[in-house]
């Protein structure tokens, strides 16, 4: 393929598709539904359609790392999600945090997380301790 011809295919396709900047969430949706379309058609994509999924990929990556911004969780989240991920209740804590009350405390937010007890919270889950350290 030339480069005369790939630019004039490249050409086609930005009339049909017509790629901006996104500023509204409808505008994404349809940016990832040609994306969607584009992902389909595998190793038969043509170098011009090629161009615009990483043209409209940027794009949507641009919009969403604005609008999508997630905010770190806290250890507390952290504990909170892995003790309901993995069925667990309260009283299975008890030897990481040595009673009732503590683990009680902890988990209703009352009182944070030593790092004797991250450490020990990491040993128990086998995750990094460092998560259960707020920043």
Same mark, same amino acid.
């Given at each position: 393929?030339t480069?005369?011809?790939?630019?004039?295919?490249?050409?086609?396709l &930005?009339?049909?598709v017509?790629p901006?900047?996104i500023e509204?969430?409808a505008?994404?949706?349809?940016?990832?539904?040609e994306?969607?379309?584009?992902?389909?058609?595998?190793?038969?994509?043509?170098?011009a359609?090629?161009?615009? &999924?990483?043209l409209?990929?940027?794009?949507?990556?641009?919009?969403?790392?604005?609008?999508?911004q997630?905010?770190?969780?806290?250890s507390? /989240?952290i504990?909170? /999600?892995?003790v309901?991920d993995?069925?667990l209740?309260?009283?299975d804590l008890?030897?990481?945090?040595?009673?009732?009350?503590?683990?009680? /405390?902890? &988990?209703?937010?009352?009182?944070g997380?030593?790092?004797?007890q991250?450490?020990?919270?990491g040993?128990?889950?086998?995750?990094?301790?460092? &998560?259960?350290f707020d920043?």
């Open positions: 393929m480069i005369a011809t790939l630019d004039k295919e490249y050409a086609q &930005l009339a049909v017509q901006k900047v509204t969430e505008e994404n949706e349809f940016y990832l539904s994306v969607t379309k584009l992902m389909r058609l595998g190793d038969a994509i043509s170098p359609q090629e161009r615009l &999924l990483k409209l990929v940027n794009l949507i990556e641009s919009f969403e790392s604005q609008h999508y997630l905010k770190p969780a806290t507390l /989240e504990l909170t /999600e892995l309901r993995r069925g209740k309260q009283k008890l030897l990481v945090f040595g009673s009732q009350g503590v683990a009680s /405390e902890v &988990l209703n937010g009352k009182r997380i030593s790092k004797s991250a450490k020990a919270l040993e128990f889950f086998k995750v990094s301790p460092s &998560l259960f920043n």
